[in-house]
């Protein structure tokens, strides 16, 4: 097939599926974000709640880390719908079960069952697009699909925040929505010819590391552990710099929410005039500027810039690894390239957590941004 071959094997309906399956239980999470002072006043006599509540938006990172080569396994072995199909349900029905639970701890629970919900569904997503398209299309498409996930952050942050104002339990029904997606994907999904009927051999067909695939799982993995510092932190940012309220934190996370989806929205656009270390390159420096611009920020002119920088490069950076790795992995490893892929993209957001809350508690909020700052400029 030629780059600009199309693969007609997929329905506009599917098409939208795999754009919501694996974004709404990725997305939802960020609903959380605004709510997370609110969650931490309400659990103030637990030791170390600064880390626990960090820990509701993160957590689930260190599960996706636990249950992505697994799901990387299943998803050659099994192939990728009924996976996906089965992650959808996991992540609605766990996602809004922290909405009933009366402890600090209960909520902690549910935030595991999210972590193999997103493992499965971004695993078996990945692998689907990897799958049903080819050349520009492929990157085209992997960009929509990140450029979403900028504007479910739109959605889902700005609904967080509202929502986090009237009682942050209501915060966690933003998973509902995932279960509609279960159906459907159960429906208009079909699977590729090749991968259906070779299951049973992809088992024996080993993944190969090459240094290009090693490369592309530092990378992501870097990339998540500096831009998580970002939302985790932003809105007791904002609360103490600018005396600003769950709803402006999560209209500026909205914000870069829009920058992310008009960077992942052109991908396919900078794919076809870029190779893909330059785009990586320019990318990083981007981001760096974006982190910098926050970490300086005593106003709220600086805090725009840099949410709209860090936007623009989340958009990317992630369509253009994922882009590069579907080119790289053949169909029967596709779903345990995938696995890892997604675990160290996890990985990244779990260390950010574990890495920069002791040195924000030790010094200010800004050593965060001024540390990402520095790892992404580094990274270019």
Known sequence: MTNSERTPRISPVGRIVLLLGANLALMAGSSLSPGLPAIRETFQDVPGIFFWTSMVLTLPALFVVLGGPVMGYLVDRFGRKP??????????????????????????????????????????????????????????????????????????????????????????????????????????????????????????????????????????????????????FIATYLQGLLGAGSVEAGLISAFAGIFSFLGGLIYGWINRRYDYMKINTVSFLVYSLG??????????????????????????????????????AQPLVRGRANGIFVTMMFLGNFVSSVLFTPIVQATKIESAYYISALIFLLTA
């Not at 199909?85 to 629970?109: E, K, R, Y």
């Not at 050349?135 to 959605?155: S, W």
């Not at 810039?305 to 958009?315: A, N, P, S, W």
């Not at 882009?323 to 790289?328: C, G, K, P, Q, Y």
Request: no cysteine; charged share 10%; hydrophobic share 55%.
């Open 83 to 232: 996976i996906l199909v089965g992650s959808l349900i996991l992540g609605g029905l766990g996602g809004s079960l922290a909405t009933l639970m009366p402890t600090l701890f209960t909520i902690l629970v549910t935030r595991v069952l999210v972590g193999f919900s997103i493992a499965g569904s971004m695993t078996a997503t990945n692998s689907l697009v990897g799958d049903l398209f080819t050349g520009d299309e492929r990157a085209k498409y992997m960009g929509q699909v990140y450029a979403f996930t900028g504007f479910a952050g739109v959605v889902f942050m700005t609904l967080g925040g509202y929502l986090a104002n009237v009682n942050w339990h209501y915060s966690f029904l933003s998973y509902l929505p995932t279960l509609l997606i279960a159906p459907l994907a159960a429906i208009f999904i079909q699977e590729t010819e090749e991968v259906v009927a070779h299951e049973s051999e992809a088992v024996k067909t080993k993944l190969k590391f090459k240094p290009v695939s090693i490369y592309i799982f530092i990378a992501i993995m870097l990339n998540q552990l500096a831009f998580m510092s970002a939302p985790v």
């Open 291 to 328: 982190f910098l611009s926050l970490a300086l920020a005593r106003d709220w002119t600086l805090i725009v810039v840099g949410e709209m920088l860090v936007g623009f490069g989340m958009g990317v950076i992630p369509s253009n690894l994922s882009t590069w790795l579907a080119n790289e």
